[in-house]
């Protein structure tokens, strides 16, 4: 017998949703990681780390350790802004990076993504302004779109954002905020030149604009100069989002704002209607495993893996892609940013790569306005040697077919 309800629409269809909710669309990525466990594919798509460093025994023996010490206290509800001890401790982190902090300039969230969010909830009304680069983070544009922001976007070239185009931008659409990945960026894998992160700085405090600098690849430097954060430039003028994620496990979701006290006592409350807190396990298995002192090699062993797969990658395609093809070199990161002839559609190419069993991300969707369909993200990190040996050999293929 069929339920009543059956031949009703879709609530969606029916129910008075609103225009923003109607209108989102599906994360381009989310929706090719699907795709990216069918059998025989090799995917350049996410922006996933390689498994195979992720510390599981170690991070066994934390949470072991925190079962067997304050397993009750794990398993409790606990503050918004996240626990002291792990606050001071990412603060000492962050003091020795060269940014000085206290367990008051911190608040821990659910990963980076939430402190975008945040930050989006506490800048931005429907119908204002970001300043943005130009292409930017996918899935903040996710978070700002929901939030019925608009775009001003600022242009790029190798050595990141083109801040002299910025203050024409900032006169013209007033934006409420200024919203980069100054190092290593997602997608393209650039880093803002050192001269623009100080003009940059300089431009935010002339305009009085929060800088939010999300920078969840700073530590995943494997050749060239570290250079000083927008945050250790610019102190209380810049609000930097970062997160164990790329450093340690995406799976455990913690991340940690780094701001002024009074940033962080607004961002709690919206925090709070939110998830009221980051996970207090997962808080304090990351606080176990800081305990250890660890990290620091860790992030040099995940450094040294990456640096292999970004010249291997790169060393085949120099090998097996037409000419006509341009990437980017990072020092960092997880990306490489290619661009095909302006003629040719990166989103028309993917369908002959699926075809070839083999998955990268257009470069459509990092655009706000959707345009530059000739671009295209490669992550190197996820995949192994020989998948990345055999998916380019196979990403060849498809482009030489095409271009
Ligand atoms: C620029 C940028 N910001 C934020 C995030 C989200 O990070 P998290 O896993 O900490 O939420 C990512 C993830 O890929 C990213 O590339």
């Given at each position: 017998m069929k339920p009543p309800y059956s031949d009703m629409s879709q609530p969606s269809e029916s129910w008075q949703i609103t225009e923003l909710s109607r209108n989102l669309k599906p994360s381009a990525i989310r929706e090719l990681l699907n795709l990216a466990t069918r059998p025989g594919m090799i995917s350049f798509a996410g922006g996933l780390p390689a498994p195979e460093l992720f510390p599981v025994e170690e991070l066994k023996a934390a949470a072991d350790m925190v079962f067997s010490t304050q397993g009750r206290s794990a398993l409790q509800y606990s503050v918004t802004r996240g626990l002291l001890p792990l606050r001071e401790a990412v603060a000492e982190r962050e003091s020795i990076g060269g940014i000085k902090s206290t367990h008051e300039n911190i608040s821990i969230t659910s990963g980076a993504q939430q402190g975008i969010e945040l930050m989006g909830r506490l800048f931005v009304n429907a119908g204002d302004y970001i300043l943005t680069e130009y292409p930017t983070y996918v899935g903040a544009l996710q978070v700002f779109n929901a939030l019925g922001a608009r775009y001003a976007s600022v242009p790029m070239d190798n050595d990141g954002m083109?801040?002299?185009?910025?203050e024409a931008l900032i006169k013209q659409f007033k934006p409420k905020m200024i919203y980069v990945v100054?190092?290593?960026?997602?997608?393209?894998?650039i880093t803002m030149l050192m001269s623009r992160r100080n003009e940059l700085v300089a431009l935010a405090k002339k305009y009085n604009l929060p800088i939010i600098d999300d920078s969840p690849y700073d530590e995943l430097r494997f050749s060239g100069e570290p250079l000083p954060s927008l945050k250790q430039l610019g102190e209380d003028s810049v609000i930097g989002l970062r997160t164990f994620?790329?450093?340690?496990?995406?799976?455990?979701?913690v991340g940690w704002i780094n701001a002024s006290d009074d940033i962080l006592k607004i961002a709690e409350r919206i925090k709070q209607g939110s998830d009221l807190h980051t996970s207090s396990l997962n808080q304090l298995i990351v606080l176990e495993y800081l305990k250890t002192g660890k990290l620091f090699g860790h992030i040099q062993k995940i450094c040294v893996d990456y640096l292999n797969k970004r010249n291997a990658m790169i060393t085949r395609m120099k090998e097996?892609?037409?000419?006509?093809v341009s990437w980017t070199e990072p020092e960092g990161g997880l990306f490489l940013w290619l661009t095909l002839p302006s003629h040719l559609s990166a989103t028309t190419l993917l369908e002959k790569a699926i075809a070839e069993n083999v998955l990268f991300v257009p470069?459509?969707?990092?655009?706000p306005d959707g345009q530059c369909d000739n671009t295209f993200r490669l992550n190197?990190?996820?995949?192994s040697l020989s998948q990345i040996h055999e998916g380019i050999d196979r990403l060849g293929k498809a482009i030489s077919a095409f271009c």
């Open positions: 083109i801040v002299s185009e910025a100054s190092t290593f960026q997602n997608p393209t894998g994620s790329k450093i340690l496990s995406p799976g455990i979701r097996c892609f037409p000419a006509e470069g459509k969707p990092f655009y190197f990190s996820n995949a």
